[in-house]
């Protein structure tokens, strides 16, 4: 099987965002970056479905140098081959403009994959939208937030979660699928792994050689502001005997909050 | 026009739907543009209790290959659909069925979107959107710049429309076009997990647990509590899923699930900011636990400092003399 794996560089998931409203963006200074948590379980799946079924795992970022160290992470865990997709644009929260720039990738550069593995979102921008726009760019069918996957030859089913239920979608490859926390358990990497992938070259591919039209580089999001979260207003917290602390929280949660 | 999918399960419409489709209608007025449903599926579609929303219409989307869902035969629908009657924005609720369709759609069209919104506004004559990132750690506004303007929208945050006398909408059949061999991946089949609990994102109470449950079994507290309360679901922390105590479908936070509950009641959570990221945009925040320092009381309106093994079973008894009243 030949599998493309795509992973994206955030601000880990412990990290306290900062703003800088003159450009409405987050302050990267002191923060700690890694691939986005979901990524790794798309990673592990690809790494799997190799062991068991044999052929390649590459894996692609579009971003900027910065996100090398997340590319050298995937090689040591196992992948074969690694590629940045370079492009300095700040982050643009448009889904659909990084969703074009793979999609032609795919066409120009990974053509003949049998799988797109995706995580089923970056957390930070948290828009969900990259893995079903690039399947729909290419014409290929999708399952999304995808707990369990098999393959059996160019036929593949797929657990997704939905709201109080599991749905399986049969479908088949090429496709594109998008994983969720519980599809694996995402190994770490090993000394051994680690030393050979500081070895290993990754490929840098100009955006601007993808062939893009203009159009396309340019974000259709127009960022109008961004905020911190309101402030909640300082609670009421009481100690003291249970029954008592116990009386008082129903009391307030039916006569104040009148949500019980 | 706004458009909105119109979600069905098992036949009936979903509420996240209608929560869309009421701020649509909101929004719609200030922009001085009628609304749409917009429902796909195999022949015969039901629409009733959507009148009572008061689109100005409803559109049905029927081909036989539409009576089950697929991403690649809805969205072509509700392309064509989009082309043919040239809505300004098409909103959908953010559910796991919006969320896997609605960029499908956007891309069709090559339109950008706006993803679980929180927020809908109009703004010099065009909407603005406004949503969490980084899981609420902050918030996001944007418009978009091409057209139709496609957005998600987060169920349990619109209010429904308030009862009017809404005028009888008019129902438009159209029959989609889905060329054979279009569709390569189709839902061949729903699980229903055995309890049939409802999910956390749709409850209109969250009861969650952490660490501080100190077991698996010490979940059943919880959903005892939960039985009593009408509209519950039981959450928890990640480091309750990741130590294998509950089913990770459970878990609030910025890598589980984003909630805004009437209600969100923290158990034993101490409210690592990975977790307050996915509940601090719950209307109201209770918390119970131990350790006068932990964060989860910093976002709290009510907190209780104690020993959850004394509390929460106090709690439950009181709720039960509310309940019955």
Known sequence: MNILVFVKRVPDTESRIRIRHETNSIIEDGLNFAASPYDDFAVEEALRLKEAKGGTV?????????????????????????????????????????????????????????????????????????????????????????TKLEIDGNAATALREIEGATEKVAFCLPAVVSAQKGLNEPRYETLKGIMAAKKKEIPVIKIEDLGLAAG????????????????????????????ETARELAAFLHSEAKVI | MIAVFIETRDGKIKKGSLEALAEAKRRAAELRVGTAAVLAGG???????????????????????????SSQGYAKALCDFVRETGPTALFFAATAMGKDLAPRVAAGLGAAMASDCTKVAVKNGTLEFTRPVYAGKAYL??????????????????????????????????????????????????LKEESAELDVTEADVVISGGRGLKGPENFALLREL?????????????????SGWIGHQHQVGQTGKTVSPNLYLAVGISGAIQHLAGMSSSKVIAA??????????????????????????????????????
């Open chain 1, 58 to 146: 590459r894996v692609v970022c579009v971003g900027r140098d910065e996100a090398l160290p997340v590319l050298r992470k995937c090689l040591a865990m196992g992948a074969d081959e690694a590629f940045l997709v370079k492009d300095e644009t700040p982050e643009t929260y448009d889904g659909l403009r990084t969703a074009r720039i793979i999609a032609k990738a795919v066409e120009t550069k990974f053509a003949g994959a049998d799988l797109l593995l995706f995580g089923k979102q970056a957390v930070g921008t948290d828009n969900s939208q990259v893995p079903s726009m690039v399947a729909e760019l290419l014409g290929l069918p999708q399952a999304n937030v995808v």
């Open chain 1, 216 to 243: 396309d580089l340019e974000s259709r999001v127009a960022i109008t502001g961004l905020d911190m979260p309101p402030e909640r207003k300082a609670g009421r917290i009481l100690q003291g005997d249970p029954a």
């Open chain 2, 43 to 69: 022949a015969g579609l039901r629409t009733a209790g959507l009148e009572a929303c008061g689109p100005d219409k409803i559109f049905c989307l029927e081909h036989p290959a539409l009576a089950e869902y």
């Open chain 2, 141 to 190: 506004s944007l418009s978009l710049r091409s057209t139709p303007a496609v957005a998600t929208l987060r169920p349990n945050v619109f209010p429904l429309a308030a009862d009017e006398a809404a005028g009888v909408a008019e129902v438009v059949k159209k029959s989609a076009d889905i060329p054979d061999g279009l569709i390569k991946g189709r839902v061949a089949e729903v």
């Open chain 2, 226 to 242: 939960a039985a009593l309360v009408p509209r519950s679901a039981v959450g928890a922390s990640r480091s309750a899923v990741d």
């Open chain 2, 288 to 325: 119970v636990n131990k350790d006068p320092e932990a964060p989860i009381f910093r976002v709290a309106d009510y907190g209780v400092v104690g020993d959850l093994f004394e509390v929460i079973p106090r709690l439950k008894e009181e709720l039960k003399k509310i309940l019955a009243e």
